[in-house]
């Protein structure tokens, strides 16, 4: 299962609206043949992948999956038909599927005499390569993780409105990993006009990735034609609301699972407001400004009870960075 994990986050970024899967097919002696993930919308689950890959010594084996196979005709075949077809004598998964429409897998897979087992490593899939699939079924918009940057003293720029390099060299290295994995990435004209970036995912040496997440710039005013995210780079919405929900349901319309908002604090404090952040990811330098704009601007809250609570998920380092990743506490 673990090899499945790392199989399905490999393909993280490629396969939206559908899940991220990773399936390894392992042999009537338990040694693992076939290995497999999900390819882009329209193409082959990560079980048919598996299975190809495995060929004809399947037959007997056991596939272990991080989803439990689909039973439904979509835009491809059952996985579960294919699954059978092969001979596996037993399947074991992480997660049960959720979608109404391709779930019923496991039953599916019984009647046909092929041994189920479920929730092996459940944990780890659902709050890594299947997290924000399953926000996106269960609760019908794109999962969000508000990103940023600050200094101990909670501050994203100077008081003259510098913001270069607060984090370290590691923390903006792992942000293009991350942004490399993730559907969309959500500013304000804000930081358009204050910041101009690419928002592009890149590489160590300044490369640009083969996959570009889609990039949303949200707001009213117009942008100066010198702008980098209007280059051909990757592909730009221009949202022209204040409204995250509104957002939100525009991208959700366009089949975006995983949205990373990048800021500013303006953005982030109506997206925080609005209850539409499902993680915070903050890296946190050792540096000390005393001066400049904090991360989250007006968020609706006027007194501590108000305060958004969160907890935290994990605590790591980051070159010389704190990087923490908090959820909100909802009651
Ligand atoms: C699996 N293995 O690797 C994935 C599954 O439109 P389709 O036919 O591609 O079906 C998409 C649905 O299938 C998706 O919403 C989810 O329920 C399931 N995804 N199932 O057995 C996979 N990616
Ligand atoms: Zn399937």
Redesign the pocket.
């Known amino acids: 299962m673990r090899s499945a994990v790392a199989l399905a986050e490999q393909v993280r970024g490629s ?1 939206s ?3 991220p ?1 990773g ?1 390894v097919v392992l042999d009537s002696s338990g040694v693992p043949i076939g290995e497999g993930a ?1 390819q882009p ?2 193409g082959p ?3 048919v992948m598996a299975l190809r890959a495995a060929g004809e010594r399947a037959r007997g084996g056991t596939a272990v ?1 991080t ?4 039973a ?1 005709h ?3 075949p059952p ?1 579960t038909d294919a699954l059978i077809a092969a001979g596996v004598a037993k399947v074991v998964y992480a997660v049960s ?1 959720p ?1 109404p ?2 779930s019923g ?1 496991a039953t599916t897979l019984r009647e046909a005499g092929v041994q189920t087992q479920a929730g092996l490593l459940a944990d780890e899939v659902s709050r890594g390569p299947l997290r924000a699939w399953l926000h996106f ?1 269960t609760h019908g918009r794109p999962h969000v993780t508000w990103k940023y940057a600050a200094t101990l003293d909670g501050r994203v720029a100077a008081a003259d409105g510098t913001s270069r390099w607060i984090s370290s060299a590691e923390s903006r290295e792992e942000v293009h990993e991350l942004r490399r994995r993730v559907d969309a990435i959500v500013v304000g004209t804000g930081t358009v006009m204050i910041d101009n970036p690419t928002l592009t995912a890149r590489a160590a040496d300044g490369t640009p990735e083969a996959r570009q997440p889609l990039r949303v710039v949200v707001g009213h005013t117009d942008l100066p034609e010198g702008a980098r995210v209007l280059d051909d780079s990757a592909e730009t919405l221009l949202a022209r609301t204040h409204d995250p929900a509104e957002v939100l349901a525009e991208l959700h319309a366009r089949g975006v699972v995983d949205v990373l908002l990048e800021g500013g604090p303006t953005l982030a404090g109506a997206f925080v407001g609005a209850g539409l952040v499902d993680r915070v990811l903050v890296y946190l330098a050792p540096t000390l400004l005393g001066g400049g704009p904090v991360a989250l601007g007006a968020s609706g809250v006027s007194t501590i009870t108000e305060a958004h609570r969160l907890a935290v998920e994990e605590v790591t380092m980051s070159g010389p960075d704190v990087r923490i990743s908090a959820v909100p506490v909802r009651n």
């Open positions: 396969t609206p559908n899940p899967v399936c999900t919308p329209g689950h990560a079980e999956v989803l439990e196979p689909c439904h979509g835009r491809t996985c599927d979608n429409v391709a897998g079924v």
